[in-house]
T-cell receptor
Framework: GQQVMQIPQYQHVQEGEDFTTYCNSS?????IQWYKQRPGGHPVFLIQ?????EVKKQKRLTFQFGEAKKNSSLHITATQTTDVGTYFC???????????FGKGTRLSVIA | KAGVTQTPRYLIKTRGQQVTLSCSPI?????VSWYQQTPGQGLQFLFE???????NKGNFPGRFSGRQFSNSRSEMNVSTLELGDSALYLC????????????FGQGTRLTVV
C-alpha cells in the first residue's frame, strides 16, 4: 500500500538554528498536508500544498512540494522554543482512502 | 465554532474488557476518521465513516469496530482488550472525504493493565 516516509525521526537543535524535515511518498500525491503536534497535544493542521513545485511560507516556516509531487519539505528558520513538537506530513490514501501520515519528526529546541 | 470533542479523555481498563470511545465532529462535518497513535508506530488509520457508513478500514483486527450516527457523532469499540491496545486514540473530522484539512480532537488516552 501507499507509504509516506519522513526523515529524520528526531532532531535536536539549539534555539536560533534552522530545522528541516523531509517527506517522501511511494506514490504521486494530489496534495500534501502538514500537521504539528505539541507534546501532550493533538495534531493541528498547518498547511496544504497542491501544485507541483509549490512553495508556501508562514512566518518562519517554509513548505515545499516537489516537482514530481512525491516529496515535500518543511523548513523552520531560526527555531524558537515554541516550535517544539512533532511535525507530520500526510497525503491522501490511494483510491478514496483518508490521509496517510508519515511517522513524524520530533523537534526539540534547546534554549 | 466548537471543535472536535472526544470523550472520555483518559481511560484505564483491564485486559479482556471492552471499551467504547466517543467522538463529536465539528458541526457540518460528515467525515470522521479514527487513528491510533503509539510512540513507535505514529498515527495509524483505524477506520473512516461518512454518512453513517464505514468507507474504509485500516489493518486492525476485528476487535476494533465503530459506527456513525445520523448526527455524524461516531463511536469506536474495542473488545477483549490487550496490553498492546494502550495508545492515544484520535478522532478527526473533515468537511469532505479527501483533499481537505482534518480537525483532530484531543484524543482518548487508553491504558490497558
Amino acid at each position: 500500500g501507499q507509504q509516506v516516509m519522513q526523515i529524520p525521526q528526531y532532531q535536536h537543535v539549539q534555539e536560533g538554528e534552522d530545522f528541516t524535515t523531509y517527506c517522501n511518498s511511494s506514490t504521486t500525491l494530489s496534495n500534501i498536508q502538514w500537521y504539528k503536534q505539541r507534546p501532550g497535544g493533538h495534531p493541528v493542521f498547518l498547511i496544504q500544498l497542491v501544485k507541483s513545485g509549490e512553495v508556501k511560507k508562514q512566518k518562519r516556516l517554509t513548505f515545499q512540494f516537489g516537482e514530481a509531487k512525491k516529496n515535500s519539505s518543511l523548513h523552520i528558520t531560526a527555531t524558537q522554543t515554541t516550535d517544539v513538537g512533532t511535525y507530520f506530513c500526510a497525503g491522501p490514501g490511494s483510491g478514496n482512502t483518508p490521509l496517510v501520515f508519515g511517522k513524524g519528526t520530533r523537534l526539540s529546541v534547546i534554549a | 465554532k466548537a471543535g472536535v470533542t472526544q470523550t472520555p479523555r483518559y481511560l484505564i481498563k483491564t485486559r479482556g474488557q471492552q471499551v467504547t470511545l466517543s467522538c463529536s465532529p465539528i458541526s457540518g462535518h460528515r467525515s470522521v476518521s479514527w487513528y491510533q497513535q503509539t510512540p513507535g508506530q505514529g498515527l495509524q488509520f483505524l477506520f473512516e465513516y461518512f454518512s453513517e457508513t464505514q468507507r474504509n478500514k485500516g489493518n486492525f483486527p476485528g476487535r476494533f469496530s465503530g459506527r456513525q450516527f445520523s448526527n455524524s457523532r461516531s463511536e469506536m469499540n474495542v473488545s477483549t482488550l490487550e496490553l498492546g491496545d494502550s495508545a492515544l486514540y484520535l478522532c478527526a473530522s473533515s468537511l469532505f472525504r479527501q483533499n481537505t484539512e482534518a480537525f483532530f480532537g484531543q484524543g482518548t488516552r487508553l491504558t490497558v493493565v
